[in-house]
C-alpha cells in the first residue's frame, strides 16, 4: 500500500477533463478551384478535448487542446458526382478564467488561439485538378461559459465556446493554376496571408456534461463555417452537427510519492 504524502494545506492538484465526441450531421461545401457547384451532404467527425488548469496562477488560467477529425461525403445538387473531403483540426487554447460572474456558478473564460487545419478536398471527376488541398495555421480568439447546476440529484455543466481566427497564412493556388504548374515551380499566389478581408472562420460548441461520478455523459451541437475569397476562387463550408460522447475527470499523482489528501483539488470547469 502506497504511503500518503506529508499533509501540506497549500499543495494544489490539478484535476484533467478528458473528452471523446462523436461528431454527425451535414454539411454545405463549395470550392470553386474544383467545381463552380455546391455541393452539400452527410458530415462525420471524433473529437478529443483535453482541459487543465495551468502550473502558474492554476486558480485563473485553463489550458485546453482539442484535436478533430472530420469527414464529407458530399454530392452535387444533381447526384451524379460525389466528392471527399477530409480535414484535421489541432487547436491550442489558453484561457484567463473568472468565478461566479454574475451568478454563483458561472465562470467565463477567454483567451488566445493556436490552430493548425490540414486536409484534403477530392473530386474524382477532374480530369486535371483532382483535389484542393486546405492547409491553414493561423493565431485567433476564444471564449467559453460554463455553468453548473443540477437537475434532480444529477450533476450538470453546461458550456458554450466560441473560437474564432484572426490571422494566419493558408494555401490556395489561382483560380486557373494547375498542379502541374505548381509542380514546375509555380507558386505564385499559392500562399496568402489570412484575415477578415479574405477568410473568415469561427466555431461553436454547445454542450452539456450529465455527471455520473467520475465520467459524464456529453450531448451537444457543434457549428463550423468557412468563408474564403481570394484569387478569383470562393470557399463555403458550413457544419452542423450532433455531438454525442464521454467526458471524464482524473487526478494524476506520483505513485512513489503518495496523494497528499490535504491538497487543494483545482478542476479546469468547476
Known sequence: MLAAAEPDSTAVVRSVSTAVTLNAGSTRNLDTYLSPIRYQGA?????YEHLRATRFR???????????????????????????????????????????VGVENLDIFFGPRLAFQGGINY?????????????????????MASY???????????????????????????YDQSFYEIYLGNYRNAVNFGWWANRFDMDNLICADLHFGASALRIGYRNSFTTIWKNNISVNRCVHSFVLGVS???????????????????????
Open 43 to 47: 458530415h462525420i467527425g471524433v473529437a
Open 58 to 100: 492554476p486558480q485563473s488560467w485553463v489550458n485546453q487542446v482539442n484535436t478533430t477529425f472530420g469527414y464529407d461525403n458530399i454530392d452535387n445538387l444533381v447526384g451524379n458526382n460525389t466528392m471527399h473531403f477530409l480535414l484535421l483540426d489541432i487547436d491550442w487554447l489558453m484561457q484567463h478564467r473568472w468565478r461566479n
Open 123 to 143: 473530386n474524382p471527376r477532374n480530369s486535371n485538378n483532382v483535389c484542393s488541398p486546405q492547409i491553414y495555421l493561423n493565431v485567433g480568439a476564444t471564449a
Open 148 to 174: 453548473r447546476f443540477k437537475v434532480g440529484k444529477l450533476p450538470v455543466t453546461a458550456r458554450y465556446q466560441p473560437s474564432i481566427p484572426v490571422v494566419g497564412c493558408y494555401y490556395l493556388p489561382d
Open 248 to 270: 471524464r475527470e482524473t487526478i494524476r499523482f506520483n505513485p512513489r510519492k503518495g496523494y497528499n489528501q490535504k491538497a487543494r483539488i483545482i478542476s479546469a470547469t468547476y
